[in-house]
């Protein structure tokens, strides 16, 4: 009788599993399938897709929406304009980090806990949309200057507390005895600790760098003249979305339509994401644990 | 572990004295800049709050905080008397018991299936592909969602109908973006419960299977109850963020159409602070949202504490 019973339940669970499986691969649809759909377009010859939009392979293929995208001329210096923002902004970004991480993890530093306090409290309080404006526009005059994107985000709080018990976690004995041979807090930093928190200092470059490539926000209110690749995205989306033009059809012929266009640059804004994040999974799903156990 | 202890009870016991400030130079020279940054990003826009109780506008701009015309309560109270006000605060509370609600479900029935699915690389390849979305701005997302949902796009055409997702003045709208967000995140909030997961007792699932439990009956009785501190955590961190609305997500989904259902706190002090040039309004409107923010963490907090949950802080 018990063998009978746990039989049953045996395969019920088994079911289960496959079940499961169903689930997945539906889940795994749905998340790739407008993706997908949206590289067909972008692939497709313009005329074409303003029949059907419902493809996952290009009907009619053409390089001309990606050509378009790159030679004409705001589009290729946005896409110039993200990838500085994000090359600088992240590199500047993780050394910062990670300097004021590691100040902060030492725990006889005279400082360390009144900093700690006030970076922690940032995390909790902030000015709001409007006084932070204010500042950047009228008291600092950064507006449509390159150093907007770079200055205000300069640091983010949770990435120091991420980094802060990384390093937090290393073995003391190194710094210790590196200090015995003569060296100082600086050279301790960038000889000792720096090189041992690769992983999370990947970790933290994967965030801003995304953060960075992603950002539209502060285009669209600091720096419209400086546009980013996102900002031209949603430029192009509120043209596309405004003008119902019935004579549309006619006077693309032979040239791009929005859509295309969109659909080029939104997979364009999408790739260099897709192609980094894979690799630094493990990175960043420790990363996020941490975060959640963090003091 | 134990030296370090002693260390920082040896450190803490130190009196400021400047061999001290000489001593630690490198360090203060590696920290100090950054609180000035701190100061001058976070806490200068923090003084910009007395705005609220002011008539600030570009022309009294200029002037020293101490010369501006002092108004009291006004800008609040024209906050609250405004036209959209009450529409505005009925659809960021929306917004947020929606998404808290459908999204917390859906992270951790997420979580529960790729815990127990025993195909171990297709569990990977689930997951790495549910991150995907979160990576993506919420400028490609709207791009994507207004291709797929839109009238006569993707779906409709598809279904042979008209859902007219993006496109009726109603809380329908709150349904479409709370369902939009948890398709971007559902993947990313999994993390926090699948590790809360890993860190269950494995035993426990070895007694239950000898006492004759099925699965279903180890996810209720076992799982569940494990990650609930997490749960909680996450639950009040949700709700003291729950004004906390952001005006990104919210101008890039919407249309003029569904306009009335899309304003949130943050867009609308936007609107009026910037849009208006009223500074002491607009500022008024972001400090009535930080304030009661902190406001519903404080008494989630209790809340929990009441009922014997694990609290946040």
Redesign the interface.
């Given at each position: 009788m018990a063998k009978v019973k746990s039989n049953r339940i045996k395969s019920r669970d088994n079911i289960l599993d496959y079940v499961l499986l169903v689930i997945f691969l539906f889940l795994i649809v749905i998340t790739i399938y407008p993706f997908l759909n949206v590289l067909a377009i972008s692939f497709n010859d313009p005329i074409d897709t303003m029949r059907n939009i419902n493809f996952i392979i290009p009907r009619k293929f053409t390089w001309s929406n990606y050509v378009y995208v790159f030679t004409e001329n705001s589009l290729g210096k946005a896409f110039l304009l993200s990838i500085a923002r994000t090359v600088i902004g992240a590199a500047v970004g993780v050394i910062c980090t990670a300097m004021i991480a590691y100040v902060l993890s030492r725990k006889d530093f005279y400082f360390n806990k009144f900093f700690t306090i006030l970076f922690v409290i940032t995390m909790y309080v902030s000015g709001g949309l409007i006084p932070e404006y204010l500042l950047l526009m009228r008291t600092l005059k950064m507006g449509n200057n390159f150093l907007v994107y770079i200055i205000p985000g300069l640091i983010w709080v949770y990435n120091i507390i991420l980094v802060r018990s990384f390093v937090e976690g290393l073995p003391i004995a190194l710094q210790e005895a590196a200090r015995v041979d003569g060296a100082n807090d600086f050279i301790i930093w960038a000889k000792i600790v720096l090189p041992l928190c690769k992983p999370v200092l990947a970790t933290v470059a994967l965030f801003m760098a995304v953060g960075q490539w992603n950002s539209f926000m502060d285009t669209y209110l600091y720096a419209k003249e400086l546009p980013t690749l996102q900002y031209m995205l949603y430029e192009i989306m509120e043209k596309a979305t405004v003008k119902i033009d019935p004579h549309a059809a006619e006077t693309l012929k032979n040239a791009v339509s929005p859509l295309s266009v969109r659909m080029a640059v939104t997979i364009v804004a999408t790739v260099p994401i897709i192609i980094v994040y894979p690799f630094l999974q493990k990175y960043f799903v420790g990363g996020m644990t941490v975060g959640a156990v963090k003091d | 572990m134990s030296?370090?202890k002693a260390?920082?009870e040896k450190?803490?016991k130190?009196k400021?004295s400047l061999q001290?400030?000489w001593k630690?130079r490198?360090?203060?020279?590696?920290?100090v800049p950054?609180?000035v940054?701190?100061i001058?990003?976070?806490?200068?826009?923090?003084?910009?709050?007395t705005?609220a109780f002011q008539d600030v506008k570009p022309k009294t701009?200029t002037l020293p905080v101490w010369e501006r015309p002092f108004v009291g309560f006004d800008n609040f109270i024209k906050a609250f008397q405004d036209r959209i006000f009450g529409q505005t605060l009925i659809n960021t509370i929306g917004l947020s018991v929606l998404g808290i609600a459908l999204g917390t479900v859906m992270a951790i029935l997420?979580a529960l299936?790729l815990n127990?699915?025993?195909?171990v690389r297709?569990k990977k390849?689930?997951q790495?592909?549910?991150?995907?979305?979160h990576?993506?701005?919420?400028?490609?997302i709207?791009?994507?969602a207004?291709?797929?949902l839109n009238d006569g796009?993707?779906l409709d055409?598809?279904l042979h109908t008209r859902l007219g997702l993006m496109s009726s003045n109603s809380p329908i709208f709150w349904v479409t973006v709370c369902l939009i967000n948890i398709?971007k995140e559902v993947g990313?909030d999994a993390?926090?419960y699948l590790?809360a997961m890993a860190g269950i007792d494995q035993g426990l699932y070895e007694a239950a299977k000898v006492d004759?439990a099925?699965?279903i009956q180890r996810i209720w009785h076992i799982t569940l109850p494990g990650i609930k501190p997490?749960i909680v955590v996450l639950l009040i961190m949700g709700i003291g963020g729950a004004l906390n609305v952001g005006?990104?997500r919210q101008m890039?989904l919407s249309?003029g159409i569904v306009q009335d259902h899309a304003m949130v706190l943050?867009w609308f002090?936007?609107v009026r602070?910037?849009g208006n040039s009223n500074?002491g309004l607009?500022?008024a409107i972001?400090?009535f949202?930080?304030l009661v923010g902190?406001l519903l963490?404080i008494i989630a907090n209790k809340v929990a504490g009441w009922l014997g949950e694990s609290r946040l802080i």
């Open positions: - | 030296a370090r260390q920082k450190m803490v130190q400021f001290l400030m630690q490198y360090l203060l020279l590696m920290s950054f609180v940054w701190l001058v990003f976070k806490y200068i826009p923090l003084w910009g709050w705005m701009m997420f299936m127990e699915i025993c195909f297709f390849i689930t790495t592909i549910s991150y995907l979305p990576f993506v701005s919420w400028v490609v709207a791009s994507i207004k291709m797929v796009g993707m055409t598809a398709w990313w993390i926090v590790s004759g099925n699965r997490t005006m990104e890039l249309n943050s002090a936007y602070g910037i500074y607009g500022t972001g400090m949202q930080s902190i963490l």
